[in-house]
Structure formats: structure tokens, C-alpha cells
């Protein structure tokens, strides 16, 4: 079972080893799709958790109860491929490498299992192709 989350952490927060912490309590594994932190500032981290439902369930409340703000990732970007032109203008804009060119047909490819939802794509395809599914 796995859920991607979105993570928000407070400036008194974002120097803790608070998700290393949560792995090693709750067992479970994470991949971090993003990560913005700034120092005294704030924290932003998008990331996927892996392991029992019950425990990714204590792990957000654990988190939740420390300060930090949790969100499902629940949008979910979509390529409409008939509208797409192939201009390649998103592929640059992708920060997690979901969008890439085909070598062999010079189609722009997606991949919904490697987005992480953060709308870039959208603002760069002229054609909109790229469109966010709630």
C-alpha cells in the first residue's frame, strides 16, 4: 500500500530528521518526488509512503500531531494526447522527468506514475494538453 503526500513543515521544523524518524517508527519506505526547504523558513516535500495502511495511517497522524500540515496528493495531471502538437515546450518544465521524447516516434511521452501533480506542465503547453484531473 502506498500514498503520495504532500508535506508542509513549519520553520521550527524543516532542520529535524523528522521523516527518517518516521520510517524507522513506522517501518515503512518513502520516495521523495519533491523537496523544497528553506533554512528557517519553511518546508515543502512531496513524497510517496510505502508499508502497512495502518501504519502510514499513525505516520500521518504522528505527523500531524508534531505540526506538520499533510495533504493527499489528490489531483492528477492527464495528457490528451490529440492535442498535442510534439513541441517539446513541457519536457524542460518537468521536474521529476514524467514528460520525455520518444526517440523513435518524436512523440512527447508521459508518465503518470512518476508525476507528482505540481502543474508546471500545464503553464508551459501551449495547446494544453497537459490538463489537471481532481
Same mark, same amino acid.
Given at each position: 500500500m502506498g500514498?503520495?503526500?504532500?508535506? %508542509?513543515f513549519p520553520s /521550527?521544523l524543516?532542520d529535524?530528521p523528522?521523516i /527518517? /524518524?518516521l520510517v524507522?517508527?513506522? %517501518?515503512?519506505?518513502? %520516495? *521523495?518526488?519533491?523537496?523544497?526547504v528553506?533554512?528557517?523558513?519553511? #518546508? %515543502?516535500?512531496? &513524497?510517496? &509512503?510505502?508499508?502497512d495502511?495502518g501504519?502510514? #495511517? /499513525?505516520? *500521518?497522524?504522528?505527523? $500531524?500531531?508534531? #505540526?506538520v500540515?499533510?495533504?493527499?496528493?489528490s489531483k492528477?495531471?492527464?495528457?490528451?494526447r490529440?492535442?498535442?502538437?510534439?513541441?517539446?515546450?513541457?519536457i524542460?518544465q518537468?521536474?521529476?522527468?514524467?514528460?520525455w521524447?520518444?526517440?523513435?516516434?518524436f512523440q512527447?511521452?508521459?508518465?503518470?506514475e512518476?508525476? *507528482?501533480a505540481?502543474?508546471?506542465? &500545464? $503553464?508551459?503547453?501551449?495547446?494544453?494538453?497537459m490538463?489537471?484531473?481532481?
Amino acid at each position: 500500500m502506498g500514498k503520495k503526500l504532500v508535506l %508542509n513543515f513549519p520553520s /521550527s521544523l524543516v532542520d529535524k530528521p523528522i521523516i /527518517s /524518524s518516521l520510517v524507522r517508527e513506522f %517501518n515503512l519506505d518513502f %520516495n *521523495i518526488l519533491k523537496a523544497y526547504v528553506t533554512p528557517e523558513e519553511e #518546508g %515543502n516535500l512531496v &513524497l510517496e &509512503l510505502t508499508g502497512d495502511e495502518g501504519k502510514i #495511517g /499513525s505516520a *500521518i497522524r504522528h505527523l $500531524k500531531g508534531l #505540526g506538520v500540515k499533510v495533504e493527499l496528493l489528490s489531483k492528477e495531471v492527464e495528457m490528451i494526447r490529440e492535442r498535442c502538437t510534439d513541441c517539446t515546450a513541457c519536457i524542460p518544465q518537468c521536474p521529476v522527468g514524467a514528460l520525455w521524447m520518444d526517440k523513435d516516434s518524436f512523440q512527447v511521452k508521459f508518465s503518470s506514475e512518476k508525476c *507528482i501533480a505540481c502543474g508546471i506542465c &500545464l $503553464k508551459a503547453c501551449p495547446t494544453r494538453a497537459m490538463v489537471l484531473r481532481i
